[in-house]
């Protein structure tokens, strides 16, 4: 049985819905391929770290948010410049949290 896609602007429109739901402000930094784009989420502690997480698959071929980058947030806005070069439809989603709470293990959004 194969995976139901959201298109990528869909799921980045449901994504900031559910966080904000939360209390947990988030917003679209970089617009990308409105059907297809892939998407990278920037999560900013406020206090100069920040995560970023991508698209990937494990080894059993499921979807899944791959750690890209844990550490300054000046490295995580240089990996996401980088990223944005090589793909220029990607999507760049940047959520403020001091808790670091992004909601990409829940339900749904895993």
Same mark, same amino acid.
């Given at each position: 049985?194969?995976?139901?896609?959201?298109?990528?602007?869909?799921?980045?429109?449901? #994504?900031?819905?559910?966080?904000?739901?939360?209390?947990?402000?988030?917003?679209?930094?970089?617009?990308?391929?409105?059907h297809?784009?892939?998407?990278?989420?920037?999560?900013?502690?406020?206090?100069?770290?920040?995560?970023?997480?991508?698209?990937? #698959?494990?080894?059993?071929?499921?979807?899944?948010?791959?750690?890209?980058?844990?550490?300054?947030?000046?490295?995580?806005?240089?990996?996401?410049?980088?990223?944005?070069k090589?793909?220029?439809?990607?999507?760049?989603?940047?959520?403020?949290?001091?808790?670091?709470?992004?909601?990409?293990?829940?339900?749904?959004?895993?």
């Amino acid at each position: 049985m194969t995976e139901a896609r959201l298109s990528a602007d869909l799921w980045v429109m449901a #994504y900031l819905a559910r966080l904000n739901g939360e209390g947990i402000f988030a917003h679209v930094a970089q617009r990308g391929d409105p059907h297809a784009g892939a998407i990278a989420v920037k999560c900013a502690t406020m206090d100069g770290k920040a995560q970023v997480f991508t698209r990937a #698959y494990d080894k059993a071929g499921k979807r899944i948010w791959d750690l890209a980058h844990d550490g300054a947030e000046e490295g995580a806005d240089a990996h996401l410049a980088r990223q944005r070069k090589f793909d220029p439809d990607l999507w760049i989603i940047e959520v403020e949290d001091p808790r670091g709470r992004h909601l990409l293990d829940q339900p749904g959004l895993e």
